[in-house]
């Protein structure tokens, strides 16, 4: 416990949660985060880490490209092995898909992300062991990575305590309350006062808002990933991911010649603090069907382990970012879609930005795509969208 205020009170040390402290603390703000758990209990343990630039809009991109360079540094310097530079590739078999596929080239190369087409053969530079005879279309961003978000959380929340960052892991956490002009959390036996409280809080954003008064439209829902060990010793040939846009299931290198993959979006909503945590059947079967079109090996994979998670979505599919109540200090960095990894390092930053200058036109205009005000209010159920797709252009499915 600290006495005197703290600038910041961060709930949740997810991946946001850590990368937006370390932020914080780097501009001279003082800083606790509090979590009921562990870091990464919530999806950031649970994510497969791909971070690809294939995204939805310019915004998204540099978001995206911010946080990458932030990882492989943070990786570079104390871990390597969490940071893997992995080509990004999408295929399909479906002839309207490929030509959604051909538009989103030159609307990514628009973007400045270097993507490009590609034939069967060439894909068998990364899949030299996979039948592409049905193909109808393929691309490739090549600038893209891996991470091990567990490790890439750690390591902000490492980076962020030799800046002077407090934490407090492990212990209830109370909604926070306004009194005397400033925030009151508390956590177990502690307590801190504090001018700025930001909730990122994952699939529990939703429910902790709603307590403080302040809903949001958000949405928790369950997705899956297992790892797999093919037969032999094929892997993902030089290090690339995969996503089968017909089936919605991915597939990204791991170590030791072992494929992470995962598929898409459960469509209803799922309390995070009791839904099945393992995969389930259908799942498994789902994956090996989809990776063995490809790959044949693939879908006879012995199963290493198998897991879901928590994902949270909004009804536009863009995250909540920035300043929910400015006046009280109450500021938001939630609702990733299934997307959180690939966002968290540039979106914190831009947060942090905002927190240390919050009257800033700048830093205001960094968050406008994403500003958490932009539903009016409103808090209304909704079922959570699509998961891992190709976004934009005009494709019916995307
Ligand atoms: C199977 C799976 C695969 C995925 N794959 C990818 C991928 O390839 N790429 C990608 O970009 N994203 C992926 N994601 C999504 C990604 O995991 C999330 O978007 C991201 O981890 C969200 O991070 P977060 O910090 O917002 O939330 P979380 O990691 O969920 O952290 C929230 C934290 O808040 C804490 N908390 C809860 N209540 C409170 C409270 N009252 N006070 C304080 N703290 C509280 C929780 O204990 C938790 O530690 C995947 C997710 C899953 C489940």
Request: charged share 25%.
């Amino acid at each position: 416990m600290t006495d005197s205020p703290r600038d910041v009170v961060v709930l949740g040390a997810g991946i946001a949660g850590a990368a937006l402290a370390d932020h914080l603390a780097k501009r001279s703000l003082t800083v606790t985060v509090v979590d009921p758990r562990t870091p990464a209990a919530g999806a950031s343990g649970r994510a497969a880490g791909i971070v690809t630039e294939q995204l939805w809009n310019p915004w998204d991109v540099a978001v995206t490209r911010e946080s990458r360079e932030e990882y492989r540094a943070l990786a570079e310097a104390k871990e390597p092995e969490a940071f893997l530079s992995a080509p990004f590739v999408r295929l399909t078999s479906e002839p309207s898909v490929a030509t959604a596929l051909h538009e989103a080239v030159e609307r990514l190369r628009g973007w400045g992300v270097a993507v490009e087409e590609l034939r069967a053969e060439e894909l068998r530079r990364w899949f030299p062991q996979g039948r592409f005879e049905r193909l109808a279309g393929a691309i490739a961003s090549d600038g893209d990575a891996c991470v091990t978000p567990s490790t890439i959380t750690s390591l902000y929340l490492a980076r962020a305590r030799e800046r002077g960052v407090e934490t407090a892991f492990g212990a209830s956490v109370d909604v926070p309350h306004r009194s005397g002009g400033m925030w009151s959390v508390v956590a177990g036996p502690s307590h801190w006062r504090a001018r700025t409280v930001v909730v990122a809080a994952g699939a529990w954003s939703k429910r902790l808002l709603r307590d403080m008064g302040r809903p949001l439209p958000l949405t928790p829902y369950r997705t899956q990933a297992a790892v797999l060990r093919p037969p032999g010793t094929t892997s993902l040939g030089g290090g690339a991911s995969l996503h089968d846009l017909d089936t919605d299931v991915y597939a990204r290198p791991e170590a030791n010649g072992r494929i992470l993959a995962g598929d898409g979006t459960e469509k209803f909503e799922t309390d995070p603090d009791r839904f099945i945590t393992g995969a389930d059947t259908e799942f498994l079967v789902h994956l090996a069907g989809s990776l063995g079109r490809w790959v044949p090996e693939w879908g006879t994979s012995e199963v290493v382990g198998a897991w879901a998670g928590v994902c949270t979505a909004t009804p536009d599919r863009r995250p909540c970012i920035g300043a929910l109540d400015p006046e009280s200090g109450l500021y938001v960095l939630t609702g990733f879609n299934g997307f959180g990894v690939m966002r968290a390092g540039g979106a914190a930053r831009r947060l942090a930005d905002l927190i240390a200058a919050p009257t800033s036109e700048s830093a205001r205009a960094a968050l406008v795509p994403v500003r958490p005000d932009r539903f009016g209010g409103r808090a209304d159920p909704f079922p959570p969208k699509a998961g891992f797709t190709l976004e934009g252009g005009s494709h019916p499915r995307f």
